[in-house]
Structures are given as C-alpha cells and as structure tokens.
C-alpha cells in the first residue's frame, strides 16, 4: 500500500529520489505514483521496501 510505504520512507528521513535509487534505478515520480496508489507496488519493489526497512512484506499489500 503506498500509504505505508510513504510513512516509512518519511521515517527514514528518505526523499522520492533517494528512495527511488534505494530501490534501484526508479524515479522519484514512480515512488510518487507508488505512494498515492496511482501504480501498484509489485513483488520485487514490495520486497526491496521490505528489506530497507525491516518490516514485514505484507506491509505493502492491500490485506
């Protein structure tokens, strides 16, 4: 869910563009269209948000 995976990049004191490069080669207005759920978080990106942060992988999915 883009609304978790704002709060955490929030957190993590993490701009779009950093975040984007954390998660290899995005961009910022991916992340951004990730986080107002304009574009669906897949698999891979739900796991790299997983593992940058420490939290769980159903974190980023709609339950």
């Known amino acids: 869910m883009g609304d978790a995976m704002k709060v955490y ?6 701009t779009t563009a950093e975040l984007a490069t954390e998660l290899g080669g995005l961009t910022a207005e991916e992340v951004s ?8 978080i897949n698999f891979d990106i ?5 593992q940058l942060f420490q939290v769980p992988i159903e974190r980023f999915f709609d339950q």
């Open 33 to 40: 269209e990730m986080e107002s759920n304009k574009r669906n």
């Open 9 to 14: 990049r929030e957190n993590h004191g993490l």
């Open 46 to 50: 739900a796991e790299k948000l997983s």
